[in-house]
Nanobody
């Protein structure tokens, strides 16, 4: 299984970025997908998750209203659209796949996720 995250970069506060995560080696449409992030010196934290079909999403309070998670099962890809970026969004962003049984369910705990990508750096300057 491979999860390849891309789309990170250095932007100014208020800008937008779209992260992508291309999956291979798994039946993508039967995995919930999540994005997490980890800033220097901090623990990895949940950002957003989407259910199998994309019908159910969940966000951390810190990104709600600014970030949007979506998926394209035909392309085996999950996206994270990040708008109105803030310096506190600076982190390495990781995508992850959760083999949850229920098609509608999303989970927020990192230990629930089975596979992880390598991460992509997002840096937001003030």
């Amino acid at each position: 299984v491979q999860l390849q995250a891309s789309g990170g970069g250095l932007v100014q506060a208020g800008a937008s970025l779209r992260l992508s995560c291309a999956a291979s080696g798994l039946t993508f449409s039967t995995y919930a997908m999540g994005w997490f992030r980890q800033a220097p010196g901090k623990e990895r934290e949940f950002v957003a998750a989407v259910s199998w079909s994309g019908g159910n999403t969940y966000y951390a309070d810190s990104v709600k209203g600014r970030f949007t998670i979506s998926r394209d099962n035909a392309k085996n890809t999950v996206y994270l659209q990040m708008n109105s970026l803030k310096p506190e969004d600076t982190a390495v962003y990781y995508c992850a796949a959760d083999g949850v049984v229920e098609h509608y369910r999303v989970r927020v705990g990192p230990r629930e996720y089975d596979y992880w990508g390598q991460g992509t750096q997002v840096t937001v300057s003030s």
